[in-house]
């Protein structure tokens, strides 16, 4: 399974877009990339998952680039609620294991 | 449909003891994991099973058991609790769905105490 590499925390303040990008320079023809959030006292929750170029859906969009080795998680427009770590992982299509690194903590300030 | 579900919420253990943390889904999902979470940290994969009567492990299976008898049920078994065990455990289940070959669904956690 690839290996990803995200910032450790990122600040934003409410209203703005907030971009997290992932590294994965290991990922396999057939990994998908997959973005989840978790917030404090909670089970990780799907966002979005992409396979190549852009995937947009009604909380988020995933770009990424025509080598793959990279992809960023862009938030509109990020309210309090965003508060919350977010993990990158990149799995196969038929892949129900997943291992999660350290994920990337953002704090939206008011 | 209540997704994926977790018994019990909260737990505390001496050392030495054994218990069972249980996990069921109602989504008819072949795939099932289980996860700890300990403070700060990311998930780290224990066991996760492809179907009824099939596990494995995963990257930290010492001092746990699973067995998988139906599709809905998938517990876990801590044979001797250590307080290195002290941790949040997360069970989850995958299927395919609308938004991605396969998604996976979180149960809330049980919340692990070994003294």
């Known amino acids: 399974l690839a290996k990803t590499t995200q910032p450790i925390s990122m600040d934003s303040y409410e209203g703005q877009e907030v971009n997290i990008t992932c590294s994965h320079n290991n990922i396999a023809t057939n990994d998908y990339i997959t973005w989840y959030q978790q917030f404090p006292s909670q089970g990780p929750r799907f966002i979005i998952q992409?396979?190549?170029t852009k995937v947009t859906n009604e909380v988020a969009s995933l770009f990424i680039p025509a080598d793959r080795k990279s992809s960023t998680l862009s938030l509109p427009r990020v309210s309090l609620s965003d508060t919350a770590v977010y993990y990158c992982l990149v799995e196969m299509d038929s892949s129900y294991k997943l291992i999660f690194g350290s994920g990337t903590r953002l704090l939206v300030r008011p | 449909n209540a997704g994926v579900t977790q018994t019990p919420k909260f737990q505390v253990l001496k050392t030495g003891q054994s218990m069972t943390l249980q996990c069921a889904q109602d989504m008819n999902h072949e795939y099932m994991s289980w996860y700890r979470q300990d403070p700060g940290m990311g998930l780290r994969l224990i066991h996760y099973?492809?179907?009824?009567?099939?596990?494995d492990q995963g990257e930290v299976p010492n001092g746990y058991n699973v067995s998988r008898s139906t599709t809905e049920d998938f517990p876990l078994r801590l044979l001797s609790a250590a307080p290195s065990q002290t941790s949040v455990y997360f069970c989850?289940?995958?299927?395919?769905?609308?938004?991605?070959?396969?998604?996976?669904?979180f149960g809330p956690g049980t919340r692990l105490t070994v003294t």
């Open positions: 099973s492809v179907g009824a009567g099939i596990t």
């Open positions: 992409g396979y190549k």
């Open positions: 989850a289940s995958s299927g395919r769905s609308p938004r991605a070959p396969y998604e996976q669904y």
